[in-house]
């Protein structure tokens, strides 16, 4: 069965920093993309970085480029997303998702975890 | 503000079938697949359509998809009440805002 489990999740101030881990089973890891996509409360659905299963291909959406940083470790089957400068508009609920791979140039998310919460206060 | 455009709600009566739109660009629905997710309140999004019109399996054939030009769908037939969710359509946008993009949701309520 695939599981993916996000922790990490934290209450933060304005300008801190966190990392989040998502650990996944139940499948080969290391052959699939893998993507941080959030969710603010009440709010719709937020993708925010894809990594390569060999991490040669990054991509960020713009909101969050150049301050969080996603790697992973195949040997760990471990996905990350290191967050710097955090800001209260990153309050959200963040989710670990698989990426199948099917089509090039498309983004397919097929397994989710539950996610981690993330709180920035005002 | 997304840049795939989906109306906030939308609603139903058991039994009925409706429709959600999806409505982006030349750069993401225009040239890419359109993808469809259904989330209940509290717990993850779940795929129910990729590549336009292909249910995952699981997913009842009363969900269906179609794109035209720079515009999607997501149909529902025999809406149950268990149908009740948010929707969102996502594709791959080929600006240099980032690939991924999702819509901003529909809430589907069964009357």
């Known amino acids: 069965e695939v599981q993916l489990v996000e922790s990490g999740g934290a209450l933060v101030q304005t300008g801190g920093s966190l990392r989040l881990s998502c650990t996944a089973s139940g499948f080969m890891f290391s052959t699939y993309g893998m993507n941080w996509v959030r969710q603010a409360p009440g709010k719709g659905l937020e993708w925010i970085s894809y990594i390569s299963s060999s991490s040669t291909t990054i991509f960020y959406a713009d909101a969050v480029r150049g301050r969080f940083i996603i790697s992973r470790d195949n040997a760990r089957n471990a996905l990350y997303l290191q967050m710097n400068s955090l800001r209260v508009e990153d309050t959200a609920v963040y989710y670990c998702?698989?990426?199948?791979?099917?089509?090039?140039?498309?983004?397919?998310?097929?397994?989710w975890g539950r996610g981690t919460l993330v709180t920035v206060p005002s | 503000q997304s840049v795939l455009t989906q109306p906030p709600s939308a609603s139903g009566t058991p039994g009925q079938r409706i429709t959600m739109s999806c409505s982006g660009s030349s750069s993401n629905i225009g040239r890419n697949y359109v993808y469809w997710y259904q989330q209940f309140p509290g717990t993850a999004p779940k795929l129910i359509m990729y590549r336009n019109n292909q249910r995952p399996s699981g997913v009842p054939d009363r969900f269906s998809g179609s794109k035209s030009g720079t515009s999607a769908s997501l149909a529902i037939s025999g809406l149950r009440s268990e149908d009740e969710a948010d929707y969102y359509c996502?594709?791959?946008?080929?600006?240099?805002?980032?690939?991924?993009?999702f819509g901003g949701g529909t809430k589907l309520t069964v009357l």
């Open positions: 998702a698989r990426d199948t791979g099917r089509d090039r140039n498309n983004i397919e998310l097929d397994y």
């Open positions: 996502s594709a791959w946008d080929e600006s240099l805002s980032g690939p991924g993009m």
